[in-house]
């Protein structure tokens, strides 16, 4: 079953703009992972935050993490149309294999 | 290229028919997943290896599919009886044991009729 759910299930914006993306959770976590996947391609890890971090970036990424809430957020800055893609989060509850938990998606399109 | 690769990338079968597939994890990783991902929806957890050891399998996995990999490297998974339900994007990842980061491989789509 998924852990949880993203909101939105679908985003269309214009190149340039920025692109948020929510995650929820149900139970405790290790760490929080985001995934991309293109069409017809495996899923590529974008980003990890740690269950004692809040906030992290990597480039044009930025994620943040409110365990209280059991949330998380990815914002995309400075949209490029080669973003199009299907976004995941995925949380590792911190059992003995690391075994991931994947939400439904966001899927994002970056009109040119 | 030195990332998973996974084979075939497509597989037609009838129903009630046996399918295998074939992952090739990162050639250094002790850890191997199997996934399951349906039209979208994100990927589920099907079972992992620790080197040759199947250590944890989920519910999903029903009697009709089991995975080896046999000498800690390649892993097959295989579907007996094969049912329309079983159609799917069956992924597989490769992680070492001191990183959370999965690498996944392309996936096999797998279509019954």
């Known amino acids: 079953s998924q852990q949880g759910e993203e909101d939105p299930q679908a985003l269309s914006i214009q190149e340039g703009e920025n692109a948020t993306m929510n995650c929820s959770y149900k139970t405790s976590i290790n760490n929080l992972q985001w995934y991309r996947q293109n069409s017809g391609r495996g899923l590529v890890h974008l980003i990890l935050i740690r269950s004692n971090e809040r906030e992290k970036h990597s480039g044009r990424l930025r994620v943040t993490l409110d365990t209280s809430k059991k949330s998380s957020s990815l914002l995309i800055t400075a949209s490029r149309a080669a973003d199009t893609a299907s976004y995941f989060c995925a949380t590792d509850a911190g059992n003995a294999g690391n075994m991931l938990t994947f939400g439904g998606g966001t899927r994002l399109m970056v009109k040119p | 290229d030195t990332g998973v690769s996974q084979n075939p990338r497509h597989k037609i079968t009838k129903r009630g028919q046996n399918v295998t597939f074939r992952c090739d994890p990162i050639?250094?990783?002790?850890?191997l997943y199997w996934y399951r991902q349906t039209l979208g929806q994100g990927p589920e957890f099907l079972t992992y290896f620790q080197n040759e050891a199947q250590l944890e399998k989920s519910r999903l996995l029903s009697d009709r599919f089991s995975a080896e990999r046999p000498k800690g490297s390649f892993s097959t998974l295989e579907i007996q009886r094969t049912e329309q339900g079983d159609s799917a994007m069956y992924l597989c990842a490769s992680s070492l044991t001191s990183i959370y980061e999965q690498f996944f491989g392309p996936g096999t789509r797998l279509t019954v009729l």
């Open positions: 050639s250094e990783h002790n850890r």
